[in-house]
């Protein structure tokens, strides 16, 4: 049996935010691995599914890199190639259609997995609950965006 907590005005919040961040990726890249797509697949089909004629591979890599790493997402993108999902012209990538059916089926599981993680969590906690972290990164002297 585990001991009472602190109350949560006490407790530390990088503890927390760390402990959230690891299960949430864990389940995320858990769903999207049934589906054969890994979660930096995902975050480079997503932005394709919203330029129809394509983007250039450094706009992809400066938009969802900070998520991860930019090499990760230089090999999410060759991945895709190489699995038929991204067509390659020069520095140029779009979708293809096999390419679009994964996005609409991942899309769906990252559907299934927000409805989840927000379970008795009204809109206004969750806004609160990212405000408050993005005030908190402010405040130790860090920087971070989010697309």
């Not at 991860?68 to 991945?79: K, L, M, N």
């Not at 996005?103 to 769906?108: G, V």
């Not at 809109?123 to 405040?139: C, G, H, M, P, S």
């Amino acid at each position: 049996m585990r001991p009472e907590m602190q109350p949560a005005a006490l407790q530390p919040l990088g503890f927390w935010t760390v402990r959230a961040g690891e299960a949430i990726r864990a389940r995320t890249r858990g769903r999207l691995a049934e589906l054969g797509v890994t979660q930096p697949e995902w975050w480079v089909l997503h932005q394709l599914s919203m330029h129809s004629s394509g983007m250039e591979e450094n706009e992809i890599i400066a938009i969802v890199g900070p998520n991860e790493s930019d090499e990760s997402i230089v090999d999410a993108i060759a991945a895709g190639v190489g699995k038929g999902w991204i067509d390659r012209a020069g520095s140029r990538v779009r979708l293809t259609d096999d390419g679009a059916d994964r996005f609409h089926a991942a899309a769906e599981v990252q559907r299934q997995l927000n409805d989840e993680r927000r379970q008795g969590i009204s809109d206004r906690e969750y806004a609160t609950t990212i405000e408050v972290l993005q005030r908190t990164i402010t405040n130790v002297g860090g920087d971070a965006w989010h697309w």
